[in-house]
């Protein structure tokens, strides 16, 4: 398939600044129109996607393998969690989950009187979301970005990825032909293409823009997060950078089985050829006979995982620019690297070692390497354990290989550790990202831009709205969710308790 790549791909038809504001005040009237929408048809529209994009066929699968690198096996596996998040979301919205209802009756009798105050969220406005290269469809034109704000009752306008144009169109042209059937208006949902940075500071900078979703790189979404907060009204924007996503190994638990712990973390480390924001490239120990043991099992096992295909060009060179960036600095010895040559394209598996003394003095070696990169920090006690890990910046994900032991005796690093990271594992590899209301797949910057939101999750839809209070409103006038009634029977909290009846 990879041979084929290029005569699949799209041209990248760059947009006039005059369509492109056309676009833009489509979603804004559709807006108007939506937020007038009963709930329950924004919920329809929802599961039309899902049973759109379900009834896609092999042209999705192989086009995408194609345009991407990624198996057949990965690819099917990531049609099914995109369809899940669409019609999970559209259930949290249906239950009432992401509207938060509250109620407060009024009391007379109080003094001073007390009023009836109802909250529920209302959308923010349109969205710009920009497809990521690294899910083309769980965290691209369909994905969770998309599929959050629609259920918030946003409009979306999807600036597609470059690197799998036609797999984005395909999708695209899934969620439009849902647009149709379900009877949303025109501006509902949008997909353009360009090759330039103007399309998307256009996008963000537009006046009735009021939200964006990113998941990429950190140079990229900081750039977004900059130009939002230059407007005359400041935007809010929800990207997701990426990280090293330490991994601790604690000497209890490595004592007890070096080899099989080597084994499993090089299998992590190199799945998907490395390129997942979760990816663990960090590991983190104490220096002494236990982590050799573990440092020789996993030179044998890097040395035996051939190269693979990067998802395009651009992700391949960034990579080795990346690695020999980390593998210069002073002090880092490279252990071990793959004993396959790694053809054009490719991302070589490799593991570096450097002293905890070094990288307490070195930042650069906290960068992100996005591929199959792991370097190992060896402390030299457990007091330069906790100084590296108060280095450390803010993360997607920390994990912890201990056993109970270890975490009586490692307090102050577990302490720490909490404020660094959206999600904490033990004994457990990060690489995959469940989608469900408990998942928190976001954390401090900069491996996000606001750690309070996930971008997985029913959870995700709150970044896309904001709350609103009614005080003394008449009945008929509320928003359904909060009528006396409760005709949505969702889930509320009413005079502090949670309830699905009626308020007398």
Same mark, same amino acid.
């Given at each position: ?51 759109e994009i379900e009834a896609l066929g092999a042209e999705l699968i192989q086009t995408a393998m194609a345009e991407s690198h990624l198996p057949e096996g990965r690819l099917v596996g990531e049609k099914g969690r995109t369809i899940f998040q ?168 490595? *004592?007890? /089985?070096?080899?099989?712990? !080597? ?7 190199? +799945?998907? =050829?490395?390129? $997942?924001? &979760? ?52 002090g880092v010895e490279v252990l071990a690297v793959s004993a396959t040559e790694a053809a054009k394209g490719q991302g070589l598996p490799t593991v570096a070692t450097v002293a905890g003394v070094e990288l307490l003095v070195n930042p650069a ?14 402390? *030299?006690? /457990?007091?330069?354990?906790? !100084? ?7 993360? +997607?994900? =920390?994990?912890? $290989?201990? &056993? ?93 308790e949670r309830t699905k009846e009626a308020v007398g």
């Amino acid at each position: 398939m990879n041979a084929d790549s290029q005569s699949l791909k799209a041209p990248i038809m760059d947009i006039s600044k005059e369509e492109l504001d056309g676009i833009v005040q489509k979603a804004q009237k559709a807006f108007l129109i939506i937020k007038n929408f009963p709930l329950q048809k924004r919920i329809a529209f929802m599961r039309a996607v899902a049973d759109e994009i379900e009834a896609l066929g092999a042209e999705l699968i192989q086009t995408a393998m194609a345009e991407s690198h990624l198996p057949e096996g990965r690819l099917v596996g990531e049609k099914g969690r995109t369809i899940f998040q669409w019609r999970s979301y559209a259930d949290a919205v249906e239950r009432g989950d992401s509207l938060d209802a509250s109620i407060d009756t009024a009391n007379a009798e109080r003094t001073p009187p007390k009023p009836d105050i109802r909250k529920t969220v209302v959308p923010l406005g349109p969205v710009t979301v920009f497809g990521a290269s690294n899910f083309p469809f769980a965290f691209s034109t369909a994905g969770g970005d998309t599929a959050s704000a629609i259920a918030a009752g946003c409009p979306v306008i999807v600036k597609a990825h470059e690197g799998h144009p036609k797999t984005s169109g395909i999708m695209a042209d899934a969620i439009s032909r849902a647009v149709e059937k379900s009877g949303m208006p025109e501006g509902t949902f949008a997909h353009v293409y360009s090759s330039t940075f103007e399309t998307g500071q256009q996008l963000v900078s537009h006046p009735l823009m009021k939200a964006v979703g990113f998941t990429g790189s950190y140079r990229g979404g900081k750039a977004l997060m900059d130009l939002a907060n230059q407007r005359q009204e400041p935007i809010p924007v929800f990207a997701e950078m990426g990280s090293v996503n330490p991994l601790y190994l604690l000497p209890n638990k490595i *004592k007890s /089985a070096p080899q099989e712990l !080597a084994k499993q973390y090089a299998g992590s480390l190199t +799945l998907g =050829v490395g390129q $997942f924001c &979760t990816n663990p490239g960090l590991v983190i120990g104490v220096a002494g006979k236990d982590l050799d043991q573990f440092i020789e099992a996993l030179k044998q096992e890097i040395a035996g995982i051939a190269p693979s295909s990067m998802l395009n060009e651009k992700i391949a060179n960034g990579y080795a620019e990346s690695r020999e960036k980390i593998i210069g600095q002073s002090g880092v010895e490279v252990l071990a690297v793959s004993a396959t040559e790694a053809a054009k394209g490719q991302g070589l598996p490799t593991v570096a070692t450097v002293a905890g003394v070094e990288l307490l003095v070195n930042p650069a070696l906290l960068h992100e390497v996005f591929g199959p990169f792991a370097l190992i920090v060896q402390c *030299k006690d /457990a007091s330069e354990l906790v !100084a590296v890990t108060e280095k450390l910046e803010g993360q +997607l994900t =920390v994990s912890l $290989f201990a &056993t109970n032991e270890d975490l009586s005796e490692n307090t102050e690093v577990l302490s720490i550790l909490q404020t660094k990271c959206g999600r904490i594992l033990f004994n457990n590899f990060p690489t995959g990202v469940e989608v469900c209301k408990s998942m928190h797949h976001g954390g401090p910057f900069p491996s996000s831009s606001n750690g309070a939101y996930t971008s997985v999750g029913a959870d995700s839809i709150k970044r896309f709205v904001r709350p609103l209070s009614f005080q003394n409103w008449p009945d008929e006038f509320l928003p359904d969710e909060l009528k006396s009634s409760n005709p949505l029977n969702i889930w509320r909290t009413v005079n502090n308790e949670r309830t699905k009846e009626a308020v007398g």
